[in-house]
């Protein structure tokens, strides 16, 4: 016989019949405070402070050696590529610093110096060479075609440009003849027009006629004629089509060699004639 107390003494799992026992679950760690940064040790310590030394004398030492010291001073100066222009002329033109460091020299003044210098140059190039050399290299522009000024003579060359003056004509190359026939073509174009026609002539025979060609007459804008060694000529015409009338000049040389005169100012109906 059961009394009043052991039924509500009984435990949940007999009341419904089912095991409702909770699993304990850990206790929340409680938060931290802050981590320690590991410390170096002593040997860790020395050993950054000598690295740092050491760093701190290769700079020091470095620094001493290009700009300090005579083993990387500008002490001569060397160029190459010159034609015309003698290494002394170039050397005076460029008017490098020497006795100072090596790395302190502004080599792209020293470009800009000779091309304004010297007309005759078309480029330059100038660069440092370990231990004491400044090198320059030139470009010199080539003669195309000889006005006549007075007593001496103007080199152009093909793009135009009158570079120098000399006394004697280079040889092998032709000189412009301005023999005006006083047509109108004449006297609309005018003499500097005409000229840069020659030019343009001039600059783009082909590079079989190389020291072959000894003038280009200019009539009238239309009428340029390019004199050749052994008393023949070619006729170009007008400046238009160069480079066409180059490549078709060159072939029909080659299929007349022995012709004395001739005709491209149409290039698509070329003539050769006279033996």
Known sequence: MTGPGAGAGARPAE??????????????RPPEQGRRRPRLTVPARRTVLVALVVLTVLIG???????????????????????????????????VP???????????????????????????????????TIRVEVTERTPSAILKSGGKFVEVDKEGVRFATVDQQPRGVPVVQLTPDQTASFRHFGTKRLLQAAISVAGRLP?????????????????????????????????????????????????????????????????????
């Not at 700009?67 to 033109?93: D, K, M, N």
């Not at 078309?122 to 660069?127: F, K, L, Y």
């Open 15 to 28: 009341r419904g019949g089912q095991d409702r026992t909770r699993v304990p679950q850990p206790a929340a």
């Open 61 to 95: 030492g470095g620094t001493w050696a290009v700009y300090g010291s005579s083993w990387l001073r500008a002490e001569r100066v060397a160029v190459s590529g010159g034609q015309v222009l003698t290494p002394q002329e170039i050397q005076r033109a460029a008017a």
């Open 98 to 132: 020497l006795g100072g460091p090596l790395v302190s020299v502004d080599t792209g003044a020293v470009r800009k110096r000779l091309l304004k210098a010297l007309p005759r140059l078309r480029d330059a190039s100038v660069h440092r060479s370990w231990p004491h």
């Open 207 to 275: 590079e079989s006629l190389t020291g072959r060609a000894t003038a280009i007459r200019v009539r009238s804008y239309d009428a340029i004629t390019v004199e050749l060694t052994g008393g023949r000529d070619v006729m170009w015409g007008s400046q238009e089509d160069g480079d066409r009338k180059a490549a078709v000049l060159t072939a029909l040389m080659k299929a007349e060699p022995h012709a004395t005169h001739y005709d491209v100012s149409a290039p698509t109906a070329p003539a050769a004639s006279g033996s």
